[in-house]
């Protein structure tokens, strides 16, 4: 029987570990942590933090995300803009693209199903 998988006080882990980018670097790549807690096929979850910058983003992902802290202005290639701060729920649908803005250092909370692979 599989059992419940837990990650505790969220906003406050200092275990985040360098991870690799989310996007392309527009100008200089900002620094990016993470700490995956869960892994089940193409599914993953965990916390993930990023320094203030730009990165293109082209998702091949499914990603229900939960801002603890921070800000982002989200802009679609079609020109939709989303503005994220600390509080707020979205979903990165598969195949989105577009430029993510860390206006304020973020650290989200994350599951994701990975479709690169289809």
């Known amino acids: ?9 969220c906003i406050h882990l200092t275990d985040l570990e360098p ?3 989310f996007g392309e670097a527009v100008g200089e790549l ?14 993953y ?6 320094e203030p910058g730009v ?22 290639e079609s020109g939709q803009v989303t503005e994220i701060k600390a509080g707020d729920n ?8 577009g430029r993510a803005e860390v206006v304020e250092k973020v650290r989200k909370v ?4 990975d479709h690169s692979d289809e």
């Open 19 to 21: 991870v690799d980018s």
């Open 55 to 76: 990165l293109d983003l082209d998702l091949q992902v499914t990603e229900f995300c939960h801002l603890l802290e921070g800000h982002w202005i989200l802009t679609s």
């Open 45 to 50: 979850a965990g916390t993930w933090e990023c």
């Open 30 to 43: 900002p620094k990016q942590t993470g700490n995956n807690f869960y892994e089940a096929g193409t599914h």
């Open 1 to 9: 029987m599989p059992e419940i998988q837990a990650q505790h006080d």
């Open 110 to 113: 994350y599951y994701m199903i």
């Open 90 to 97: 979205w979903i990165f649908p598969n195949g989105w693209k």
